[in-house]
């Protein structure tokens, strides 16, 4: 199957720091990235939707001047979650899509936030 | 509003039965349907994708889908206790880019 991987798997910050995850297809063009976060026995809460070269999609309630995405080629989307708070300390998980919506979304590890 | 819906359990089965996780969807253009495994901690792992009406079958798992009822299913024959997770529904939007994800049923497979 295909495979996404994301880096860093974990990350402690202070509050105030700015804090980039990246995001990348290992052996297909993703023309879609999304990038979800989850908190403690809860749900998938899907924050944004990217495209390669244009502009995130944010979701209602996502601060798109707080967490900042870039999907600047077909292998690569970053998220950027700029002056952290405590309260963004969360789950945050890439998927990526090669096609149309009918194809399968692939999952990365995601990343482990906490922000002091 | 497009909404998935499923039980949040927990579902416990004993080992070695069938488990039987439902989902139900509301948009009715939706076209693909797609059942994930979490495990506590760790991100969804795809196991399953249906696009037709009928049964599909992978192994242990069938997965169901009937497109006049809404309604979406997954079969684990066998249930081991390394199936204990978090099982997420997710269907497309019909005119959309993304999928909606169901809450997720929780099945514990008891030794």
């Known amino acids: 199957g295909a495979v996404v991987s994301q880096h860093p798997s974990r990350v402690i910050c202070k509050s105030g720091t700015s804090v980039k995850i990246e995001c990348r297809s290992l052996d297909f063009q993703a023309t879609t990235m999304f990038w979800y976060r989850q908190f403690p026995k809860q749900s998938l809460m899907l924050m944004a939707t990217s495209n390669e070269g244009s502009k995130a999609t944010y979701e209602q309630g996502v601060e798109k001047d707080k967490f900042l995405i870039n999907h600047a080629s077909l292998t690569l989307s970053t998220l950027t979650v700029t002056s952290a708070h405590p309260e963004d300390s969360s789950f945050y998980i890439c998927?990526?899509?090669?096609?149309?919506?009918?194809?399968?979304?692939?999952f990365g590890p995601g990343t482990r936030l906490l922000v002091l | 509003q497009k909404e998935v819906e499923q039980n949040s359990g927990p579902l416990s089965v004993p080992e070695g039965a069938i488990a039987s996780l439902n989902c139900t969807y509301s948009?009715?253009?939706?076209?693909?349907f797609f059942w994930y495994r979490q495990y506590s901690g760790k991100s969804p792992e795809l196991i399953m994708f249906?696009?037709?009406?009928g049964d599909k079958e992978d192994g242990r798992f069938t997965a169901q889908l009937n497109k006049a009822s809404q309604y979406v299913s997954l079969l684990i024959r066998d249930s081991q206790p390394s199936d204990s997770a978090t099982y997420l529904c997710a269907v497309n939007e019909a005119a959309g880019q993304n999928f909606v994800f169901g809450p997720g049923t929780r099945l514990s497979v008891l030794p």
């Open positions: 948009d009715r253009g939706s076209q693909s």
């Open positions: 998927s990526a899509r090669a096609g149309t919506v009918k194809e399968t979304q692939y």
């Open positions: 249906i696009y037709s009406n």
